[in-house]
């Protein structure tokens, strides 16, 4: 039986052990081993693994699949940050959580298949995962964090679930390869460079309860093309739409109260009368 809080085990994992009245669980806090194909056990004496603990497995290089424990809730901060030769990981039904940079500069990940019962994503999770060409979110997701999917450049489609309705900072940004993507039909803001330098993304329809566009949201998305915006909008941010240089249409719903400086600038596609309709409304200041 485990007496101690942290032990180096005979399968070369340091753990800890989690003590309640009612439970006893077990956290992966290191890796010190040498295996490329690593099976995380289900129990340590008997004892359940259910969390992977910060750093456990961050920058280990020779690592190129893992599989789980059933009984997972919790991926902690950085578990598995720069495994850059991380291809295959198999995730439970019972993981509810993944922390921040959990995942950040896996670069040879190609697919994932999240589980479920996943409810939340912390900040850069998948961050700088280049070679990510596939992601399904699972419906029960209501929380993804900020750069969740930050220079993700090989992703080419994504559809985020309808709980969402916040979608932070930067969460798509510098995805260059994403040409499709369906927003939540809940969604109600969406933050500062969500989709900045997304240089494939031809069009996007905004969902009819989105009140908000922050800064710099669209800009640089060089393809893009059309933009449709539902009447619930009233603010466009500084910088949102600009320098789409292949912007050739776009209707401002009288919705709209607000527009920030440079929203459309370098706009060059959009027509005379259409640039004209604007500046009457919101200034000179918006180009």
């Known amino acids: 039986m485990i007496n101690n809080p942290a032990i180096l085990d ?29 099976t995380i056990p289900e129990t340590i004496d008997g004892i359940p693994v259910t969390n992977i603990g910060q750093k456990a497995f961050d920058s280990y290089t020779r690592l190129t699949a893992v599989t789980i424990p059933a009984d997972l809730t919790h991926i902690e901060a950085r578990a598995f ?12 039904g019972s993981l509810t959580h993944i922390a921040d940079w959990a995942f950040a500069g896996c670069t040879s990940l ?27 979110f699972p419906d029960r997701i209501t929380d993804i964090g900020e750069g969740a999917l930050y220079g993700c450049t090989s992703l080419t489609a994504l559809t985020l679930p309808d709980r969402i309705t916040l979608l932070e900072i930067g969460i798509c940004a510098r995805c260059t390869s994403l040409a499709s993507i369906t927003l939540p039909r809940n969604l109600t803001r ?36 059309k933009i449709t915006i539902p009447d619930s909008v009233t603010n466009i941010g500084t910088g949102a739409f ?21 929203a459309f600038r370098n706009c060059e596609g959009l027509p005379p009368a259409t640039r004209t309709a604007i500046s009457n409304r919101f200034g000179d200041e918006v180009f």
Do not use: W
């Open 81 to 92: 940050n720069n495994c850059t030769h991380l291809t295959t990981i198999a995730m439970p």
């Open 10 to 38: 005979g399968n070369d994992f340091s753990i800890e052990v989690n003590r309640t009245r009612t439970s006893c669980t077990i956290t992966i806090i290191k890796y010190s081993g040498n295996e490329a194909k690593i």
């Open 190 to 225: 969406i933050r500062q460079s969500a989709f900045s330098h997304c240089t494939r993304l031809t069009k996007i329809t905004i969902p009819d309860k989105v009140t908000s566009i922050g800064d710099s949201v669209f800009s640089y998305c060089t393809g893009l093309t």
């Open 110 to 136: 190609t697919t994932i298949s999240l589980p479920r019962g996943l409810t939340s994503i912390g900040n850069r999770v998948f961050n700088n995962c280049t070679s990510l060409t596939a992601l399904t």
């Open 242 to 262: 600009a320098h789409c240089t292949s912007l050739t249409a776009i209707m401002i719903p009288e919705s709209v109260t607000f527009i920030g400086d440079r």
